[in-house]
């Protein structure tokens, strides 16, 4: 599978992207997509992830992001979107796409339970 991670840019402090994960080789709505982010110096960490279509799309978020962000999927383009609003400097990271197979009926927030993972998408968030 490859994931093509695209979006990021530099924004102003409150204002927004939104971020697309484009996949070829698995269905994503068969599937679960999750994102993530790495700030400099710091762990990767988990944002949001949007679960197959069976599981009626169940989400989750960081509770960092709860409220602002919002991961949605485009079954048609076979891409999932992260909407990012009322951005913040501590947003400002390389964020990731990622993808399982896995279907649990638990959270599905670390890093070891994505399989796949595409390149980062820089996010910049200045004054």
């Known amino acids: 599978v490859q994931l093509q991670a695209s979006g990021g840019g530099s924004v102003q402090a409150g204002g927004s992207l939104r971020l697309s994960c484009a996949a070829s080789?698995?269905?994503?709505?068969?599937?679960?997509t999750g994102w993530f982010r790495q700030a400099p110096g710091k762990e990767r960490e988990f944002v949001a992830n949007?679960?197959?279509?069976?599981?009626?799309?169940?989400?989750e978020y960081a509770e960092s992001v709860k409220g602002r962000f919002t991961i949605s999927r485009d079954n048609a383009k076979n891409t999932v979107y992260l909407q990012m609003n009322s951005l913040k400097f501590e947003d400002a990271a390389v964020y990731y796409c990622?993808?399982?197979?896995?279907?649990?009926?638990?959270?599905?927030?670390?890093?070891?339970?994505?399989?796949?993972w595409g390149q980062g998408t820089q996010v910049t968030v200045s004054s």
């Open positions: 990622a993808v399982t197979e896995r279907h649990v009926a638990g959270p599905m927030i670390r890093e070891d339970d994505y399989a796949f």
């Open positions: 080789g698995r269905t994503l709505s068969r599937i679960t």
């Open positions: 949007i679960r197959r279509s069976l599981s009626s799309s169940f989400t």
